[in-house]
């Protein structure tokens, strides 16, 4: 994210926004209760951060060449070490754990992450749900390659990387069944780039699809293809928590609400 932006914006947003357990859909405040509840850890999160440190450490050298909009000059290959794209790219701990929380509550036959990156979110999602099958695209080989080690070495056998451009897996469609549960787009982060992505992928959504969008305030075009996207008419609930967005598309709440939600400050430092 441009810092300067960034801070501004988290600033602004932590003034209108309310408290995540302030929602007045039962659905909602039973979701967010879930995710935000930080009493107990579960062995995988201890799990995931050991080896997200190892990462972070690792001066293992390799060539990415970035395809989209995010820590790499896009479309360039340049070396990196491992430790460097850990220490950039990867999500926060407090999102991998909402993550695998959302995961764990509504137990989705599928899901289907664009934006593998080095896998330490995805193993998040895959832990929360492990009867689940995740479809999760990568468009550069070599970091592919480390995330395949990462699932290998946590025992995660439920995730399938394509290593392929977003916009090539799309085109498929979403042959395969079951309907994605909960979809996380994680990756080329402009706002033109999301509401394309989005586009491919309504056909595919249903009435429990939660479509999960990160870094919504990158920087101001990402910002403007939020805003967009929250207003469409097929949306029926959406949650700005800054770092990342969700989308709803089920018929079954009262009323068309948009909510800026405040996350736990301790959860977010922890």
Not at 29 to 38: P, R
Not at 99 to 108: D, E, G, K, N, T
Not at 125 to 130: D, E, F, W
Not at 143 to 167: C, D, M, R, Y
């Amino acid at each position: 994210m441009g810092k300067s932006y960034t801070t501004l914006k988290f600033f602004e947003h932590y003034l209108q926004s309310k408290r995540w357990d302030a929602f007045h859909s039962p659905f909602l405040f039973s979701l967010f209760t879930a995710c935000c509840n930080e009493k107990h850890r579960e062995q995988d999160f201890y799990d995931i951060e050991a080896l997200r440190r190892k990462l972070k450490s690792s001066r293992e050298v390799i060539s990415p060449v970035d395809l989209g909009a995010g820590s790499f000059r896009s479309g360039q290959t340049h070396k990196k070490t491992i430790g460097k794209i850990a220490r950039d790219a990867l999500s926060y701990s407090f999102q991998g754990r909402f993550l695998y929380r959302m995961a764990q509550f509504v137990q989705p036959s599928r899901m289907v992450e664009l934006g593998t990156s080095l896998g330490i979110t995805t193993a998040y999602m895959a832990l929360g749900a492990k009867n689940a099958v995740i479809d999760s695209v990568e468009g550069d080989p070599a970091i592919a390659s480390k995330a395949s080690e990462v699932f290998k070495e946590l025992g995660i056998n439920n995730v399938t990387i394509h290593q392929e451009p977003f916009s090539q897996f799309l085109e498929r469609g979403f042959a395969s069944t079951p309907e994605p549960g909960i979809i996380f787009i994680d990756g080329h982060h402009t706002g033109a780039a999301v509401q394309s992505y989005y586009l491919s992928i309504l056909p595919f959504v249903h009435e429990r699809t939660i479509l999960v969008i990160d870094d919504i305030y990158w920087w101001a075009d990402m910002q403007q293809g939020w805003q967009t996207l929250k207003d469409r008419p097929e949306v029926t609930q959406s949650v700005d928590c800054f770092h990342f967005g969700l989308l709803f598309f089920s018929s079954d709440f009262k009323c068309r609400e948009h909510h800026i939600t405040r996350l736990p400050l301790r959860m977010q430092l922890s």
